[in-house]
């Protein structure tokens, strides 16, 4: 799953790490946190938290990552069962996410309303 969330009126006096801090811890609390570590990707400050999601029957693990750039909150998240061989492919498909940096950034396209 790949989201992004965008501010409109963002704290001036909150920066890029404070938020993906806050916004990780709000995710551990939905999980039984395993591992966390700070990230970056083109120099962009972010959060990876892995995870194994608490629930009856089989146990699921989850890879999140956050990142927070240009008043843009992006989340991403990985969730399949636990001790299988997907590791690999977790990490592939959360890498191939790409951050750019405001000057190369294009705007999505909007749909016609």
Do not use: H
């Amino acid at each position: 799953m790949v989201t992004y969330t965008d501010f409109d009126r963002p704290d001036p006096k909150l920066d890029a790490k404070t938020m993906v801090k806050a916004v990780a811890d709000s995710v551990a609390k939905t999980c039984k946190e395993k591992e966390r570590k700070e990230i970056t990707q083109n120099g962009l400050p972010g959060i990876e938290l892995v995870g194994e999601i608490e629930q009856k029957g089989p146990k699921i693990a989850m890879t999140y990552r956050v990142f927070y750039v240009n008043d843009r909150l992006y989340q991403l998240m990985v969730v399949n069962a636990m001790n299988t061989k997907e590791k690999p492919l977790v990490k592939k498909f959360l890498d191939s996410f790409k951050l750019l940096k405001k000057k190369d950034a294009k705007e999505p396209k909007k749909d016609k309303e």
